[in-house]
């Protein structure tokens, strides 16, 4: 436990960003022990609140004059543990920095506060026949700050690419409180480095996004949502490969496999899914209303001739919520199987789906878990779920172990340890899996130059290097 | 050189890499000549010669194609890289749309290797079959394609780069979603030689799609076409890309050049959608015709001795196109009307002066935009600069280079201080 910040600075905190948003009782603190990660626990040592940039870049150099760590932090649902306090560090939290700055249709970009929420950019937006692409499954929570951390993805990534594509400029403030320029919709990227691209996915550990602006498309004039169900996960799999090969280019592509399909029919999110079907794909098309019917109709053939049971057809928005449910909610959906759940996420190219998913499958039954699989199909990343109890001290070491073996597997196939919930803590121990000391350290190189006192977010990302030493 | 010195210099270099140049004007970077041509043909090779160089204390500047070599010239004595020995797919899988090749594998070659599987890699910046994929990845250089589709930098899943002290680095991977580490592969990419070589690379891929059309409205003065192209810019329809090109081919004036993709059904829709309402002409290309076309369009402000690039916000097009076209009176023009980007040339470089680049440059920063040289004598780019002062990216850039590259080896002077 850390010792309590000293009064003196608590009173400076208080002076900068008001007394009521410096958070020091601990059972006001216990929010910010954990994050979506939430088999771990780290108090904080306390919260502070900010408004705007001059309070966050205030409080960045009063922390930084003491010696003290900071911890971003957006709304908390990050999956690997990257909000968590280590020892003796504040959480800056962007909680209350939530105004749109600016919403530019003629040019189709925005500028915001990290607070932002991601639904809520795409809500101001569709007046104008906008909206804002990344739509990660956390999106009615997660913030936009939190996106640019974690460089998040979603279920629509495959035709529309990930956070890093639509962020255009970041205002940032670093470790020692310096604000710094990057990008900026007009500036020519061809002019210097993408540091933009650089600070996206850096998860917290370069500094702390102020400003955020990004790009902004026109909704699509249509929408064709279908439904798939196959007795087995492998003709699944087929289906989407025959998708792909046909030339098709679906906005989504996922699958859920029949311990989800079951977790889901069992709880309030039941979407009407046969439990006794192997696999559930969703394939999903949208743009010119007048190509969609050819492109859904050639999909279902598709899926038809590769096995489907049947094909649903969303006719109408709400039939598309529907069948989108069971996706959206799996997550909550298992949440009455097992006291605790374990998300993995990992990516293998596409064609190695088939094989790596029955490794999974193998690696739980040898260790006797349970596992369900939900994955984005048409990028090859996978989600894993592990369901366990942590008071149970033998499955949670068999958690751990299947983890990494499963890391391991995926790897192996040529795929890497996260495709879009970060390294955080969780992962750490899995950066050598993919790297060797020469890119390791010219990551540590690049967060130097960017946090030279080693002060924002510590502890995250790259290995251990003590633990290292003693291996 | 004196004989003695160009041998001195092979010396430092692995045995047969390195020759010295008997067209040293056809390697010339920024107007300065190069001692001579260093040709790796492996990633082994590639570290010898940087730590050769790094002995014999002259820089190296890496080229693909030399199709965009920038139009700065290193601050002392370098030789150039060629890529051209480290070329060649190296794993194509068409079903998980990725494909990995050597750096000095020609977009040429990739695009023929691609076409047979029905795919293809969605980028068009100018002299685009001229180029490497290591000087696309070096570059980071998008054509119209890229607002639609995305830039090189949203195409490259996985590197293999050599540091300027020689170290090998293995960035990314070959797979479509990766945040394992910090994103250094977007680091990379767009750092035209200064962090690394670049010896080969993994891209994602995209189907070809069924219906590649051209949209092509014409106007007597460029001025007129600008309403037109700020309304698609503005619409609900995504085009794959909308160039603006003034003086028009062969035929003067201006022509909007709107690129439609996708089935059949959908690109009828589109064209029609985008053209209601309005009561001009539009003349429908299709096939090899809409190729080439899409192919003039993406050089035709490519070619001349001042070749300049001015960005602004997309609602400026207006502003920025008159701007540029007093600061380069009858400057071919390009304006890549979805990215608000505009690139201008002119053949003849007395046209233009420094003066009236600098005040281009201010006008456009005054817009929030910017202008870079890409090409123009070395008297003006010592006078003007390649880039404005807001396109550098200070003392994080600067610091960012000395880690990759601590002995300043690499692309010397050039690009970020």
Known sequence: MSPPLPDSLLRRLRELVGAEHVITDPDRLLVYEADGLTAYRWPPRGVVLPATTEEVSAVMRLLHGSGIPVVP????????????????????????????????PANRVARMQPGVVNTRLSEAARPHGLYYAPDPSSQTACTIGGNVAENSGGPHCLKYGVTSRYITGLTVVLGDGEVVELGGAGHDPESGYDLVGLFVGSEGCFGLAVEIEVRLLPLPEGVRTLLAIFDTLEDAGRAVTAVVGAGLLPAALEIMDQSSIRAVEASVF?????????????????????????????????????????????????????????????????????????????????????????????????????????????????????????????????????????????????????????????????????????????????????????????????????????? | M??????????????????????????????????????????DELRQVLAGAARAGVGVVPLGGGTDRGCEAPSGPFVVLSTRRLAGIEDYEPADLTVTAAAGTSLADLERALTERGQWLPVDP??????????????????????????????????????????????????????????????????????????????????????????????????????????????????????????????????????????????????????????????????????????????????????????????????????????????????????????????????????ALATLRTRLEALGGSLSLERAPSELVAEVGAYGAAGRSGALAASLRRRFDPGRVLSPGRFVA
């Open chain 2, 2 to 43: 004196s004989p003695g010195a160009a041998a001195a210099l092979e010396g430092a270099f692995p045995d047969g890499t390195f020759e010295a140049p008997v067209e040293a004007d056809a390697w010339a970077v920024g107007g300065a000549r190069p001692l001579g041509i260093a040709s790796p043909g492996s990633v």
């Open chain 1, 73 to 104: 932090r957006g709304a908390g649902t990050g999956l690997s543990g990257g909000a968590l306090a280590p020892e003796g560090a504040v959480v800056v939290g962007t909680a209350r920095m939530t105004r749109i700055l600016s919403l530019d």
């Open chain 2, 126 to 355: 100018p002299h685009r079959h001229r180029r490497t994929l290591g000087g696309l990845v070096a570059t980071g250089a998008a054509g119209p394609l890229g607002t639609t589709y995305g830039a090189p930098r949203d195409h490259v899943l996985g590197l293999t780069v050599v540091t300027g002290d020689g170290r090998v680095l293995r960035l990314g991977g070959r797979v479509m979603k990766n945040v394992a580490g910090f994103d250094l592969v977007k680091l990379v990419v767009g750092s035209r030689g200064t962090l690394g070589v670049v010896a080969s690379a993994t891209v994602r891929l995209f189907p070809r799609p069924e219906e590649d059309r051209a949209l092509v409205i014409r106007g007597v003065r460029p001025g007129e076409l600008i309403p037109l192209a700020r309304a698609v810019a503005t619409s609900p329809v995504v085009p794959a890309s909308a160039v603006l090109v003034a003086p028009a081919p062969g035929r003067g004036g201006g022509a909007l050049i709107v690129r439609l993709q996708g089935a059949s059904a959908a690109v009828d829709a589109d064209a029609a959608r985008i053209l209601a309402g309005s009561a001009v002409d539009a003349e429908r290309v299709a096939g090899p015709d809409a190729s080439a076309l899409f192919d003039t369009a993406a050089d035709h402000a490519a070619h001349g001795e001042v070749v300049v690039r001015a960005t602004a916000l997309p609602a400026a097009l207006a502003e920025v196109m008159s701007a540029v076209a007093e600061a380069l009176p009858d400057a071919a023009v390009a304006a890549d009307v979805l990215a608000g980007r505009i690139r201008a040339a002119i053949g003849d470089a007395a046209r233009t002066s420094a003066e």
């Open chain 1, 270 to 471: 039941a979407a009407g899914y046969p439990t006794d079907a192997g696999a559930a794909l969703v394939v999903e098309f949208d743009g010119t209303e007048a190509g969609l019917e050819a492109d859904a109709e050639r999909a279902e053939g598709l899926c038809m001739e590769h096995g489907a049971r049947e094909v649903r057809r969303a006719r109408n928005a709400a039939e598309r919520e529907a069948l989108w449910k069971g996706r959206k909610k799996a997550f909550g959906a298992f949440g009455r199987l097992a006291p605790d759940l374990i998300v993995q996420d990992a990516t293998v190219p596409r064609t190695r789906l088939p094989d790596v998913l029955a490794r999974i499958l193998e690696i739980g039954a040898s260790h006797r878990l349970r596992v369900a699989n939900v994955f984005h199909a048409g990028d090859g990343n996978l989600h894993p779920k592990l369901l366990f109890d942590r008071r149970d001290a033998d499955e949670l070491a068999r958690v751990e172990a299947a983890s990494r073996e499963i890391m391991e597997a995926c790897v192996a196939a040529g795929g890497t340890i996260t495709g879009e919930h970060g390294v955080g803590v969780d992962k750490r121990k899995y950066m050598r899996l993919v790297y060797g000391t020469a890119e390791i350290e010219a990551m540590r190189a690049a967060k130097e130059v960017f946090d030279p006192a080693g002060l924002v977010n510590p502890g995250k990302v790259l290995p251990d290097p003590e633990a290292e030493a003693t291996r």
